[in-house]
């Protein structure tokens, strides 16, 4: 049985950072791409980051991009999302996802939730101006 879980989110000031974790509970966790989405207040869960298998390729929406950086660490099974110079606009519910990267390999593919095999239940962020 899979899990992920997400942790690291809380109430934070505009301008602040935060580190986000997903410790992943599953074998072959270092065959697995892994995923950032987030959901805004009454809004649709969006892309936010992605990472390869083997960690050497890392993809970003254009609203992240500069500000955060995903990165994974196979010994801890964890994934993590390091966000800086937030905004309000980043205030959402962060979720991490796992896909299979035999059949997603580019960013028409891992950029889209329906993609992705495996979630967490979500970790709050609130950013405060």
């Known amino acids: 049985q899979v899990q992920l879980v997400e942790s690291g989110g809380e109430t934070v000031q505009a301008g602040g950072s935060l580190r986000l974790s997903c410790v992943a509970s599953m074998q072959l966790f270092s065959t697995y791409a892994f995923g950032w989405f987030r959901q805004p207040p009454g809004k649709e869960r969006e892309f936010v980051a992605h990472?390869?298998?083997?960690?050497?390729?890392?993809y970003y929406s254009d609203s992240v991009k500069g500000r955060f950086t995903i990165s994974r660490d196979n010994a801890k099974n964890t994934v993590y999302l390091q966000m800086f110079y937030l905004k309000s606009g980043d205030t959402a519910v962060y979720y991490c996802?796992?896909?299979?990267?035999?059949?997603?390999?580019?960013?028409?593919?891992?950029?889209?939730?329906?993609?992705?095999?495996?979630w967490g239940q979500g970790t709050p962020v609130t950013v405060s101006s």
């Open positions: 990472i390869t298998w083997q960690g050497d390729n890392t």
């Open positions: 996802a796992a896909v299979n990267p035999t059949w997603c390999r580019d960013s028409d593919c891992y950029t889209q939730k329906s993609k992705y095999d495996y």
